[in-house]
């Protein structure tokens, strides 16, 4: 069976793009492929990841580099080639080498296919697209087996990976003993398996990823209970989906979606309202510029579809709508994906809202450091 191998540490996607979009050095190669047919075997994707490699290599080889920087960076792409795992949902992969980076990233979205040798990596884009996107996990509790996905808009993914709990019946096995009251018994083994469950997830999710539970009542009590980020959960959805197909829990999952982003969204607002309270803000696309670019930025808020073009001044401290005001200054065709770059590279966050949620705030807040 293929697997998608769950990271040691709990980073987004989002943020390891982040992490690659602040590496510069020369000369830095993006290797991005779509799956157009995603299939069990992926025979066409691991063909174009391959042909990938050597492509950059003869533009290594056109730009002029070192021989022995570019035998040891073939090598290094080789090896990434060789550590991809494929499965029958990938939408797309990516992979980021230089002399001191060697990454494999995988996209659970549709990407534009290119290699790229420059100074930098070819990451913007692709950290935009996944900053506009909800994402969430799915957590499926069950006696039988827990299932694990992550979610990105309404595409959802299962992770199948060996350091996922086993389901609640291997618990109570383990502290079924003799002359043990019964109910004794399960009530230990379920709270060992929530507190196993929310260990994982500690270990997998990042922290402020929304969290979704689905399976039997009892089991969702117990891991409320016992969980130590409650806040998380933004909805749960009761049954049984121990041998549910993906595309069906998915299905289950889309019918309340637009409730769960809400709920979401409502919890974002509550968690910073002492920073409004206590004027730790910026409102607006002008004020929260300024702030973001003398690096006070904490978290970005915006609504969804709203876009504006100005310019920023030459020292990229204020934006502008009138070109007279900015002569020796940047044309910023989208200000908002611009800020929010600028927000995620200094380490911030950045997420959208529906239409209507940041009226007051002229549709961009952005809470700071001070």
Same mark, same amino acid.
């Given at each position: 069976?293929?697997k ?10 989002q ?8 590496v510069?050095?020369?000369p830095?190669?993006?290797?991005i ?5 995603p ?10 990841i391959k042909?990938?490699?050597k ?6 080889e056109?730009?002029?580099? %070192? ?12 090896? !990434? ?15 980021? &080498?230089s002399?001191?980076?060697? @990454?494999?990233l ?9 290699v ?5 990596? @070819?990451?913007?884009d692709?950290l935009l ?21 992550n979610?990105?808009?309404k ?7 060996? %350091?996922?709990?086993k389901?609640?019946?291997d618990?109570l ?12 018994t399960?009530?230990?083994a379920l ?6 469950l929310?260990h ?12 979704i539970?689905?399976? %039997?009542?009892k089991?969702?009590?117990y891991?409320?209970?016992y969980?130590k980020r ?8 009761e049954g049984?989906?121990?041998d ?5 829990i998915?299905e289950k999952?889309?019918?309340q979606?637009?409730?769960?982003? @809400?709920?979401?969204? %409502?919890? !974002? ?5 002492d920073?409004?309270?206590r ?5 607006g696309?002008?004020?929260?510029w ?13 609504e969804?579809?709203?876009r ?8 990229g ?12 200054g ?9 800020? &929010?770059e600028m927000?995620?590279?200094?380490g911030?966050?950045s ?6 949620k ?7 807040l952005?809470?700071t450091?001070?």
């Amino acid at each position: 069976m293929n697997k998608m191998k769950l990271a040691n540490k709990a980073f987004s996607l989002q943020e390891k793009l982040v992490e690659l979009l602040q590496v510069k050095e020369s000369p830095c190669i993006s290797i991005i492929k779509q799956n157009d047919n995603p299939s069990i075997n992926n025979d066409k994707l691991r063909i174009e990841i391959k042909n990938g490699v050597k492509t950059a290599v003869e533009e290594l080889e056109k730009q002029g580099y %070192d021989k022995r920087l570019i035998k040891k960076l073939e090598e290094r792409m080789t090896a !990434l080639e060789e550590s991809v795992q494929y499965n029958n949902y990938l939408r797309g992969v990516g992979l980021f &080498a230089s002399a001191n980076v060697a @990454e494999v990233l995988y996209f659970p979205m549709e990407v534009k296919p290119k290699v790229i040798v420059d100074d930098s990596f @070819e990451i913007r884009d692709l950290l935009l697209q996944v900053n506009r996107t909800f994402q969430y996990d799915v957590l499926v509790l069950s006696k039988k087996k827990t299932r694990f996905f992550n979610g990105f808009g309404k595409d959802l993914h299962e992770a199948l990976d060996s %350091d996922i709990p086993k389901g609640a019946e291997d618990f109570l096995k383990r502290e079924n003993k003799a002359g043990v009251d019964p109910a004794k018994t399960e009530s230990i083994a379920l709270e060992k398996y929530a507190r196993e469950l929310d260990h994982f997830l500690r270990l997998h999710a990042p922290m402020q990823m929304p969290l979704i539970l689905m399976g %039997d009542v009892k089991l969702l009590g117990y891991f409320r209970k016992y969980a130590k980020r409650p806040n998380k959960i933004i909805g749960e959805i009761e049954g049984s989906y121990d041998d549910m197909r993906v595309s069906e829990i998915s299905e289950k999952i889309n019918e309340q979606l637009q409730a769960f982003s @809400e709920k979401w969204e %409502d919890q !974002l607002l509550a968690a910073i309202q002492d920073d409004i309270d206590r004027l730790r803000y910026a409102a607006g696309i002008q004020e929260a510029w300024q702030a973001a670019a003398m690096k006070e930025a904490r978290m970005l808020l915006t609504e969804r579809g709203y876009r504006v073009e100005g310019y920023s001044t030459k020292d990229g401290l204020f934006f502008v709508f009138n070109p007279e005001f900015a002569p020796d200054g940047d044309f910023h065709e989208d200000a908002i994906d611009d800020l &929010a770059e600028m927000v995620l590279a200094q380490g911030g966050e950045s997420y959208f809202l529906a239409p209507g949620k940041l009226e007051k705030f002229d549709k961009v807040l952005l809470t700071t450091r001070f």
